[in-house]
Nanobody
Framework: QVQLVESGGGFVQAGGSLRLSCETS????????VGWFRQGLGKEYEGVSS????????LYADSAKGRFTISIDNAKNTVYLQMNSLKPEDTRVYYC????????????????????WGQGTRVTVSA
């Protein structure tokens, strides 16, 4: 049974940091890409960052570049999203998702390519 469990969300002041965790189980990780998404006001999913387990290649949305870092702990089957210099506009529910994208990992910020999702963790950034 595939499971993705997010944690690490919370309340932080602008300029602060949070580290989100996505603990995975039931996946053959080497064939997967894991992405972090956040749900916008219109309920659409905005891609934040993704990482391919096979070659550790990463993608970042423009809004995340220079502030967020995605990483993998293979021993724990966990993907992290370190978020620094948080802004009020980062306030969202954040989700991790997994998919076997193969050569399409270059499109890893597209939510419609993912078929396995966690339950989400809420991030609130105050001004």
């Amino acid at each position: 049974q595939v499971q993705l469990v997010e944690s690490g969300g919370g309340f932080v002041q602008a300029g602060g940091s949070l580290r989100l965790s996505c603990e995975t189980s039931g996946l053959i990780l080497d064939s997967y890409t894991v992405g972090w998404f956040r749900q916008g006001l219109g309920k659409e999913y905005e891609g934040v960052s993704s990482i391919s387990f096979s070659d550790k290649s990463t993608l970042y949305a423009d809004s995340a570049k220079g502030r967020f870092t995605i990483s993998i702990d293979n021993a724990k089957n966990t993907v992290y999203l370190q978020m620094n210099s948080l802004k009020p506009e980062d306030t969202r529910v954040y989700y991790c998702a997994a998919a076997e994208l193969g050569p399409y990992a270059a499109f890893g910020l597209s939510a419609r390519l993912y078929d396995k999702w966690g339950q989400g963790t809420r991030v609130t950034v105050s001004a």
